[in-house]
Structure formats: C-alpha cells, structure tokens
C-alpha cells in the first residue's frame, strides 16, 4: 500500500512540476517502471501521451508507451511499442461526417476501439507485455475508447493511474465516486460552459443522461464482448476500470470553471507545453510582415482535415475571416495555399 502512494506521488510530481514549473522536489524519488497505455488516441493525445512519458523519463522512471503510432521518441528511458496497428482508422476518418450525431460519433468510436484492439490483442509484443504487467508500478491508461487496454489491470498490484483528456468530464468524476450534480459539469455533447443558463442546465441533464447511460449499457458491454474473446474469464470492465488510484485531468479551471474535486482527481493542464522557441525564418517574416493588425492562427487540431470541410460550412468560416479582413490568417498545418484552394483565406 504504501508503495502505491510512493508511485502515485511520483506521478504526480512530474505532472505538476511540468505543468508548474515553480513546483519544484526537494526530495529525490526512487526510480519506477511505468506503462503508459494509449492504443486509441488521435496524434494530439499521442503527443499528450509522449509529453508525460518523456517527462517521466526525464525524472529518472522507466517508461513503457504503447499506441498505433510509428515510435518516434529518442529518450534513453522511454521505450515504444505499437499495437500492430496502423491508426487508418482515426486518420482517414472524416470527423465532420462523424460529428453529424452523437449516435454516429459513438459508433466511430466503437468500431474504432473494436479494430485496434482486435489487432492489438493479435499483437505476440501486446501479449508478451501484457505477461509483463505486474513488474511495471505503475499503469496509467487515457479515456475515451481505451477501455481496450483494460485487461492490463487484471490481477495487476501496482497503481492504476486513467487520464481523463478532455478536461473535467462527468463519466470520469465517477469513476472515483463523485458524483456531482448534472446542473454543474456541462456535457461534451453541448456548447454548453459552466456558466449555463436555467434552460442550458435543462438541456444538459438529459443530455448527461443519455451520454452517462449510453456508455453504461451500450459501450462497456460491447468492448466487454471484444475482450472476452482473448480473455474468456475476464471479471466485468467496470469492476477494473473504475478502480483507478489516481485521475489526471488534462484541464484547468481557469477554462472549464472551478468544480469539488477529489485529493485524488487532480487538473494537470499544460502538461504538453513546450518552452517557446524561435519561429523558422518563413514563419517569422509572415508574422512580423502582419504589422499592427498582427496574426490569427486558425487551427482545426490534429484530427480534422481541411479538404474534409464541407461546402455548407465554407461560408460560416469565411464570414469569421471577412470580420477580421485586416488580420492575416495562417492555416495550422502551415500550408497557406491548399487553405487559399478552398476559398477559406483570402
């Protein structure tokens, strides 16, 4: 027990101290062996994933990392291994089409979640690390659709660590026992802020609802169902899942507004912060070309691709960039011209 709460301090050290920089040890922490599971993510968690692993590895623990990327770290302590698969899934997917409805984005999801694992616990390197388990201290697994990685946890002794990505989120909250009231966590499935008016808090408790009993009755028994065909006696993914010792919000109230959180529910936003760094030479002239009026970066993220934007919502993007005519605008992915052929900036 106590060597659980030595690894979970650990953990969150790094954490802080990198989302923090003022936090600083005083007292050195022994060396631990870490599993960081992420086999469904988009290049975004990825990189969120590669952030506390190379920082985790910086702080003299040895890291596993797991995902459907190719490797591409260089850390002396952190290692990579692929699931076997090749992440087409979440790269060629179309999310404006996915994002039509809730049902239809639940059902990429899930497809997803079911094609990687299926692949991943084909894997002979999954399977050998999965026999490996129990000599890791720590498993820390992201949300959303990875409930696939959750046979790692059984019979597992060390700290289960879940990282809860898109900030402070009701299904995750519960996982450790608080439940808050619907009128205050606002649904992922709503633009709804924390500010919301009586009808916003209205719409949002059947919205919480529907989502929270979706998951419940709909996504855990069907990963359920693709898990116990590797592991035929594996006890139910709640009984594993939501036991975990330490929640690590990728948020911060500053942006999702103060909520109760227990000592065990922790905001870690900015973790994946770089320190600045000079711009290329390109990138700088554009930016000091701007003058007065300056620069408005327009980003899609990393899973959302340009030429997927549909023709309907060309004109809402455009009238947004007709009002900021005297501002230049840069495409995320640096490519000006292919935003020019889709009559986005002018």
């Known amino acids: 027990m106590y060597k659980i709460l030595y690894v979970l301090e650990a953990v969150l050290l790094v954490c802080l101290r990198t989302s923090v920089p003022s936090v600083v040890s005083e007292n050195p922490v ?27 590895g910086d702080a003299g623990h040895s890291v596993t990392l797991v995902s459907s990327f190719p490797a591409s770290m260089k850390h002396e302590r952190v290692r990579e291994v692929g699931t076997g698969d090749d992440n087409s899934v979440i790269d060629d997917a179309n999310i404006f089409d996915v994002a039509e409805s809730i049902m239809r984005t639940y059902s990429f999801g899930m497809n997803a979640a079911e094609a990687i694992g299926r692949k ?9 690390l999965w026999k490996e388990r129990n000599t890791y ?7 959303y659709g990875n409930e696939i990685a959750v046979p790692f946890l059984w019979g597992y002794e060390g ?42 808090r209205a719409v949002n408790l059947p919205s919480e609802m529907l989502t929270f009993a979706k998951n419940k009755y709909i996504v855990i ?22 036991n975990s010792s330490l929640t690590l919000i990728n948020g911060h109230f500053s942006l999702d507004g103060p909520v109760p959180l227990l000592p065990t529910q922790v ?20 930016v000091t070309g701007a003058g007065e009026t300056g620069v408005i970066l327009f980003s899609l993220g990393s899973i959302v691709k340009a030429t997927d934007i ?17 501002s230049q605008f840069m495409a995320s992915n ?11 900036v002018s």
């Open 30 to 56: 022994p060396p631990y062996r870490v599993l960081v599971l992420a086999p469904l993510a988009s290049r975004s968690l990825y990189h969120l994933c590669r952030s506390l692993s190379a920082a985790l």
């Open 120 to 128: 991943m616990w084909s894997s002979e390197a999954i399977k050998k």
């Open 137 to 143: 201290h720590a498993i820390i697994i992201i949300g």
């Open 159 to 200: 700290a289960f660590i879940n990282i809860c990505t898109p900030g402070v989120e009701y299904n995750h909250l519960t996982m450790q026992g608080n439940w808050l009231p619907l009128s205050v966590i606002p649904s992922l499935f709503q633009p709804f802020t924390n500010h919301m008016t009586f009808l916003e």
């Open 221 to 242: 028994p069907r990963i359920q169902s693709l898990l116990q065909e590797f592991f035929p006696d594996m006890p139910p993914l709640e009984d594993l899942y939501f």
């Open 267 to 286: 905001e870690v936003g900015t973790i994946n912060a770089k320190q600045p760094q000079p711009l290329p030479k390109d990138l700088e002239e554009f």
């Open 310 to 326: 549909p023709q309907e919502r060309k004109p809402e993007i455009r009238l947004t960039t007709d009002f900021y005519a005297d």
């Open 334 to 344: 640096l490519l000006e011209n292919a935003a020019k052929k889709l009559n986005l």
